[in-house]
């Protein structure tokens, strides 16, 4: 064994434009490798349901399609990542979303990883963007069990209700299509950078993301084996 490393830590970060599908497959790529599914973009909404300092002013940034200031999305993720249930690994989804966020991720990491070692992979979800705002108007989920649909491709049990619960489906405040086209502008010029970041280090994964569930998902487990 080599010095110093006690076990192996598997980190994943997922990145890719919104509704790209990351939320879906990460939450299928979570239940079937027990690593820790770690979502900004529920954390910070949950945060504002519950009417938090944070979330009062995470509000008003969501609703416009930009990124929460740096500060706020830095501490819940430390505090998220710190927890035990994520010592044996964690996926990343939402977060880094600028060059800004990725260094103060490799700063956090370095704190949280010592000596162990560690398996980094940055999965690039590739699609085209043409029919992005579409799925974003037509996602609803569901407040109980976190289950994500799309009522125009899919034919549900019962019209408005979860699948899985039977609960009625929400839809996003911000899944309108004036706010996601701010999201996408926000992506454009925050976070696709990320995508040569990693790339120059050595850590990037291109799946394609086109296609089914299932397709995306098969797509995915080859590349983070
Ligand atoms: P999507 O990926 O579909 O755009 P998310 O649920 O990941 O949706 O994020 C919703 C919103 O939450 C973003 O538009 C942004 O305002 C905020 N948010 C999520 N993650 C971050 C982050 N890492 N930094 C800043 N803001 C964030």
Known sequence: MLKGIEYMIKELIMVGPPASGKGTQTKKLAAETGL???DTGS??????????????IAKGYMDKGQLVPVEIVARIIKERLMQDDCKNGFILD???????QANILDTILKEIDGD??????VIYFDIPFNNLIE??????????????FN???????NEGKCDFCNTDLVQRAD????????????YFEQTAPLVEFYKNRGVLVKINAQGSIDE?????KVVTK
């Open 36 to 38: 820790k599914h770690v």
């Open 43 to 56: 954390m910070l909404r949950e945060a504002v349901a519950n009417g938090t300092e944070a979330g009062k």
């Open 94 to 100: 939402g977060f880094p979303r600028s060059l800004e």
């Open 116 to 121: 162990n070692e560690v398996s980094l992979k």
């Open 135 to 148: 799925r974003i108007v037509n996602r609803r989920s569901c407040p109980a069990c976190g289950a994500i």
């Open 151 to 157: 009522v125009k491709t899919m034919t549900l049990k």
């Open 175 to 186: 899944d309108n299509e004036e706010t996601a086209t701010l999201r996408f502008n926000t």
């Open 216 to 220: 995306v998902f098969e797509n995915l």
